[in-house]
């Protein structure tokens, strides 16, 4: 809960209520992680996994406390975490898809490898109520930058 209620992620993945119980009722395709710094808990990142043979593929999401924001341990949790989905789950693509106006969000995906692939128009529902646009990004194995 401490996590979803940071403001700063609260602006993306709205009421920290339904984040909390989202997180905690995942399938048998998700796994999610606590991100942890000098011992303490700064935000949590999580993956999912697509299992037809033919669209074989797995995305992470990931939100990290305001005061750990832009000291690099975003990108090292995902660069981490995909590392993990490529060596030990077999994945040879990765997606991700942040609000298309985060930014701060694009600039740490783009550092890890991924790229922007297309706009996805009217893609999710903010906490204030409106239609954004969200950017899918993907990453293919060979392209993880170390």
Not at 54 to 73: C, E, F, P, T, V
Not at 87 to 97: A, F, S, V, W
Request: charged residues 25%; aromatic residues 8%.
């Amino acid at each position: 809960m401490e996590i979803f209620s940071d403001p700063t992620v609260a602006t993306w993945w709205g009421d920290p209520s339904k984040a909390v119980a989202d997180t905690m009722n995942a399938g048998e395709d998700e796994a999610h992680y606590l991100i942890e710094h000098d011992g303490e808990t700064i935000g949590m990142i999580q993956s999912y996994e697509e299992s037809d043979s033919m669209y074989r593929h797995a995305g992470i999401d990931i939100s990290i406390r305001s005061a750990w924001q832009g000291k690099g341990l975003g990108p090292e949790a995902i660069k981490t975490l995909a590392r993990h989905l490529i060596d030990e789950r077999g994945h040879h693509r990765l997606t991700i898809d942040p609000a298309a106006h985060n930014t701060n969000a694009i600039k740490a995906y783009e550092s890890v490898g991924f790229k922007p692939v297309g706009r996805m128009r009217k893609y999710e529902r903010g906490p204030d109520g409106q239609w954004h646009d969200g950017l899918l990004m993907d990453m293919l194995a060979e392209e993880l930058q170390d």
